[in-house]
C-alpha cells in the first residue's frame, strides 16, 4: 500500500515536472534532459523497490539524462567541427587559386620584361643600322634576312612613332646604269616585304645610289660582297621631317 501511495505521488510530481518542461526555453534543454532521467528514475525505483529503490533508480536515471544531454552536445559539436572543415577547405582552395593567379602574374611580367629589351636592343640596332645583304646580280631577299626583317616589323608595331629609312646600294662591278636600277630594286625589296609585314608604307623613306656610295675606297670580293646591301636604319618622326626639308 506504501509503495502505491509512493508511487501515486511521484507519477504526480512527474506530471508537474513535465507541465513546466514545456514552458521553459531551449536553453535549459540538457538540464531538463536530465532532470527526465532523473524523475524517470524515481518512478521506477519506487514502484520497483520502494524509497531506496526510488534513490538508486534517481541515481540512474540521471546518468540516462546525462547521456542524452551529452549525446546532443556531441551531435552540436560535431555538426560545427564539419562546418569549420568545410569552410577551411575553402579557404585553402581559394588560397591555392590566388597562388597559382600569382604565379602566373609573375610569369607575365618576366615574359614582359624579356620582351622589352628584345624591342630595345633590336631599336638599338636600327638606330645603328642594320645591313639586308644581298648576291652578286640579285635583289631578293634570303631567308636570314627575311628573319631580321621580321624583328624589324615586330618592333615597329610597338613603337608606331618611329620611322625607318631604306637606302639601297650596288657594287662597283658593272656599269652605273645597271647597278643603280639594281639598287633601287633591292630598296623596293625591302619596303615591300616590311609592308607585307604590317609596317605602313608611310612609315618609310626610301632611296638608292646604285654604286656610287661604296663601304670603303679599296675594290675587292669581300668589300664587293658588303657593298650589295640595303641599309634599314631608324628614325624618328622630328629626324625625318628635318632631313626632307
Known amino acids: 500500500m506504501k509503495k502505491q501511495i509512493i508511487a ?5 510530481s512527474l506530471a508537474v515536472s513535465n507541465v513546466s518542461f514545456a514552458a521553459d526555453t531551449d536553453g535549459e534543454r540538457q538540464h531538463h534532459e536530465e532532470l527526465i532521467g532523473l524523475s524517470s528514475g524515481i518512478v521506477l525505483g519506487a514502484v520497483v523497490a520502494g524509497p531506496v529503490g526510488a ?8 546518468i540516462i539524462g546525462k ?23 575553402q579557404l585553402s582552395d581559394e588560397n591555392r587559386s590566388l597562388m597559382a593567379i600569382s604565379d602566373q602574374y609573375e610569369e607575365a611580367q618576366i615574359q614582359l620584361t ?15 643600322g642594320l645591313n639586308v645583304q ?4 640579285s635583289s631578293e631577299l634570303v631567308p636570314h634576312f627575311k628573319e631580321q626583317l621580321d624583328e624589324v616589323a615586330y618592333a615597329m608595331s610597338l613603337s608606331p612613332e618611329l620611322r625607318l629609312d631604306l637606302t639601297g ?4 662591278r658593272g656599269d652605273s646604269t645597271y647597278n643603280q636600277a639594281l639598287s633601287e630594286q633591292r630598296v623596293a625589296e625591302v619596303k615591300s616585304y616590311l609592308v ?23 675594290q ?3 668589300n664587293d660582297f658588303f657593298d650589295r646591301r640595303v641599309t634599314v636604319k631608324l628614325v624618328t618622326t622630328e629626324s625625318a621631317l628635318t632631313a626632307n626639308n
Open 8 to 12: 501515486t505521488m511521484l507519477v504526480s
Open 67 to 89: 547521456s542524452v544531454a551529452d549525446e546532443s552536445e556531441l551531435e552540436s559539436q560535431q555538426a560545427q567541427l564539419a562546418l569549420q572543415e568545410s569552410r577551411m577547405n
Open 134 to 137: 644581298f648576291k652578286t646580280g
Open 220 to 222: 675587292s670580293f669581300e
Open 114 to 128: 624579356q620582351l622589352r629589351a628584345a624591342q630595345q636592343q633590336k631599336l638599338t640596332e636600327l638606330s645603328l
Open 196 to 218: 607585307n609585314k604590317g609596317v605602313e608604307e608611310g612609315r618609310l623613306d626610301f632611296r638608292a645610289y646604285g654604286a656610287s656610295a661604296p663601304m670603303t675606297q679599296e
Open 169 to 172: 646600294y650596288a657594287d662597283r
Open 55 to 62: 534513490i538508486i533508480g534517481a541515481f540512474t536515471g540521471g
